[in-house]
């Protein structure tokens, strides 16, 4: 069984450590912060200009001068703060945010990534994601493994324009969780019931698959 | 006695000395913070062959939407296109230019026209599209791509919460996003608030703009739309 959006950023949620300050981008990144443990405390960066991103808001509290960078109405928690777009990415680009997680199109073993648009068909813009690449040491791209022609997303070379050049470090599929080691993408984790013979067909790079590969333990 | 004083009654007033081909900077982040009379008051001039620096153009049929419908803009520079059909129309067929800039990038570029810096090397964008045509350089082992300032605009588009008669401004929440760069970054700053309070009651500690960069002020109303409407549960 392939994962679902939601398992996926639970997924990601085991990378989160007490104390962080974590860039989620618009799609399934978003959701990780359903599953923030509760014993952690940690802080959501939006690049719109809030440090502390709380839940959605009930419709009482509803503000249209408290947004998200998906746009969504949301809330502030304590300890949070509002600031403007040079600032913003100030924390971003000066290494400040300790985990961005964000959504591609396609990644390539050189740790490329591309993510806002396909010529002639779709343009999204890259909003602030070329500066979250740039910046942040620690990036984990979630997104799901083949497109909905079962071709492959995870690539020898992108063939979008990219969003940033050698970034990527881990990705994180609906079939597989991956890591990027020198130049080839490792195998570390499986979805449950998904066979490594699946996930080498649906990955056009190199991958390496070094012993038994686990299944993704969900709680 | 004008002095100091940039209160302004009129986007008449607000808005005087807008002509065809102009560069208007505009704040707001989508819908957020964005100054919806002064972009009404720019589309009712039916000015032409605008270019606009703003990190979204709006939706369709408001905000910047509104100058988009009325084919005002033949260039955008700007980060996100998103779910504006129009604006993706206008893009794609060729109709309109589109700078599409990372929103860092964006951001520093108006901050860096504000502050007289003709230009820095930023990390965003290097081995990408953006950085076609642009310098490099390699500091410390990484990567950098050499980004110019802006121009100063014709007319700085801004939406601010408060502020007094000397232009001193402050902003609310995620509303404030570009528009305090912005302010700094026109010929012509123009100010839209909900509020002018007397100059004491704004604590000069908590200023988020000071009044130098100001030129006019206007009351405005605002319907302040909301895009992606989330509450809890959904």
Known sequence: MSLSKEQI?????????????????????????????????????????????????????????????????????????????????????????????????????????ASYMIPGKLVKGMGGAMDLVAGAENIIVAMTHANKHGESKILKKCSLPLTGV?????????????????????????????????????TQADLVIDGDIPEIVLD | MKGLNKIVNSYEEAMEGLTDNMTLMVG??????????????VADTGVKGLTCISNNAGVD????????????????????????????????SGEMEVILTPQGTLAEKIRAAGAGIPAFYTASGFGTDIAIG??????????YILEEAFPKADFAL??????????NLIFKKTAANFNPMIATAGKITVVEVEEIVEPNE????????PGIYVDRIIVGKFEKRIEQRTVKGN
């Open chain 1, 166 to 202: 050698n970034c990527v470090k881990k990705v994180v599929t609906d079939l597989a969780v991956m890591e990027l080691r020198d130049g080839v993408f490792h195998l570390l984790e499986r979805a449950p019931g998904v066979t490594v013979e699946e996930i080498q067909s649906k």
């Open chain 2, 158 to 167: 801004v939406k601010a919460w408060k502020a007094d008669r000397y232009g």
């Open chain 2, 28 to 41: 707001g982040f989508g819908l957020c913070g964005i100054p919806e009379g002064l972009i009404q008051k």
């Open chain 1, 9 to 113: 950023a639970q997924v990601i949620a085991r990378e989160l450590q007490d104390g962080f300050y974590v860039n989620l981008g618009i799609g399934i990144p978003t959701l990780v912060a359903n599953y923030v443990p509760k014993t952690m405390e940690i802080m959501l960066q939006s690049e719109n200009g809030l440090l502390g991103m709380g839940e959605f808001p009930t419709e009482e509290n509803i503000d249209a001068d408290l947004i998200n960078a998906g746009k969504q109405t949301v809330t502030v928690i304590e300890g949070g703060s509002f600031f403007n777009s040079a600032d913003s990415f100030a924390m971003i680009r000066g290494g400040h945010v300790d985990l961005t997680v964000l959504g591609a199109f396609e990644v390539d073993q050189s740790g490329n990534i």
């Open chain 2, 134 to 143: 642009k310098e490099t350089k390699n500091y410390n082992g990484k990567d």
């Open chain 2, 61 to 92: 049929g408001f905000g910047l939407g509104k100058l988009l419908e009325k084919r005002q803009i033949a260039t955008m520079i700007g980060s996100y296109v998103g779910e504006n059909k129009l604006f993706e129309q206008l893009f794609l």
């Open chain 2, 202 to 209: 704004l604590d000069p500690n908590f200023i988020h703009t």
